[in-house]
């Protein structure tokens, strides 16, 4: 079911969750600041109004985001649990929850909780708001609207959530209304020194050494307009870094002045290539490019997932992004 108005949507979210005794609070694979700061924001302001509660992702925590978390509420699915209420964050399509995926078949009830362009709707219930610029915006929503207490743990968590999909606040997306919800969250005991040093200033020198890989292999094509690089497991390895680690190296490629678009490709394994895409101009839309390889996303940020050669997928995606430059340029 999909209530259109986001008050009715409110209301039939806040009853569901009222009611329920037991909820998972789930997201997707590879979680990033949004999604790891909405689950715990919502998780323990759930805890905290009497409910049992899991919060669980396929992936482990980043270890950028484990400060948000000092009671290890983040886990790993557990198996033969079934929940009255499953409440998904921050996740486009089902199949992108992974493993958390399958405590959504042991419940009574699926509630969708986005802000993607793309999503699916897969929910029972959706609250699906494309124009809020993240999910964390969505939670206090929520959490204003049940009247429950906001206290200085779950100001951090959303407050992560709010600037790390806004870039800081950087992105077109970002809207007076981002601006409120950043300065309620700090009035209710978000610390920004804290977050600005873990989430942004605390990278290990694995990461460096994947920075370093970046600069060295990134290409320039199409008038310098388009910029990627690749990431395979042997990149990983010579840098002792984790796959988590390599979140947000393509923004490193997506400032250089004259680029539009930046791509990076990356062998997931088994004939599989992830791409994930940035684009810097309103015109150039990445989510109708990532749509067309099965992904989906923002229109400045997207992703997808596709079967091939490493050189066949690098091929048919820059043609996409080309014909997507040029189109936006007639």
């Given amino acids: 079911m999909t209530v259109s108005s986001t008050s009715d949507t409110l209301t039939s979210i806040l009853d569901a969750l009222r009611r329920a005794a037991s909820i998972c ?3 997707h694979v590879r979680p990033d600041g949004d999604c790891v700061g909405s689950q ?3 998780g323990m302001a759930l805890k905290a109004a009497g409910k049992d509660v899991q919060i669980w992702n396929e992936d482990s925590m980043p ?8 009671k290890g509420l983040f886990q790993t699915p557990k198996t033969g649990k079934s929940f009255d209420c499953v409440v998904a964050t921050d996740c486009a399509t089902l199949d992108r929850l992974g493993t958390a995926g399958a405590c959504a078949t042991n419940r009574k009830l699926l509630i969708n909780i986005d802000h993607h362009a793309s999503n699916t709707l897969y929910g029972d219930l959706n609250w699906v708001v494309s124009d809020v610029p993240s999910t964390g915006e969505l939670i206090l929503q929520l959490l204003r609207r049940a009247q429950w207490e906001i206290t200085p743990a779950i100001a ?25 919800a950043a300065a309620e969250l700090v009035e209710s005991g978000a610390d920004l020194g804290r977050i600005g040093h873990h989430v942004y200033d605390s990278h ?17 094509t199409h008038d310098d307009r388009i ?23 393509i923004d490193h490629i997506r400032s250089i002045e004259p680029v539009v678009v930046a791509c990076v490709f990356e062998d997931a394994g088994e004939g599989l290539i992830r791409i994930s895409l940035r684009s810097k101009s309103d015109s150039v839309d990445v989510n109708a490019v990532a749509q067309q390889f099965g992904g989906g996303g923002h229109k400045a940020a ?3 997932k596709i079967v091939g050669t490493p050189l ?10 080309r014909r997507a430059l040029d189109a936006a340029v007639k």
């Fill in 302 to 304: 997207a992703g997808a």
């Fill in 63 to 70: 270890r950028k985001l484990a400060f948000l978390d000092p």
């Fill in 156 to 180: 951090d968590c959303l407050f992560a959530a709010v600037s790390t999909d806004t870039g800081s606040f950087r992105y077109s997306s970002t809207r007076p209304a981002t601006f409120r």
């Fill in 40 to 42: 715990l924001g919502l």
């Fill in 227 to 249: 910029a990627y690089f690749w990431l395979r497991r042997a990149d990983y390895v010579r840098a002792g870094a984790e796959r988590e680690e390599s979140e947000g190296l």
């Fill in 204 to 220: 290990p020198m694995s990461r460096f050494r994947l920075l370093r890989h970046v600069y060295r292999q990134c290409r320039l």
């Fill in 312 to 321: 066949g997928v690098q091929r048919r995606v820059l043609r996409a992004l």
């Fill in 25 to 27: 609070v789930i997201g």
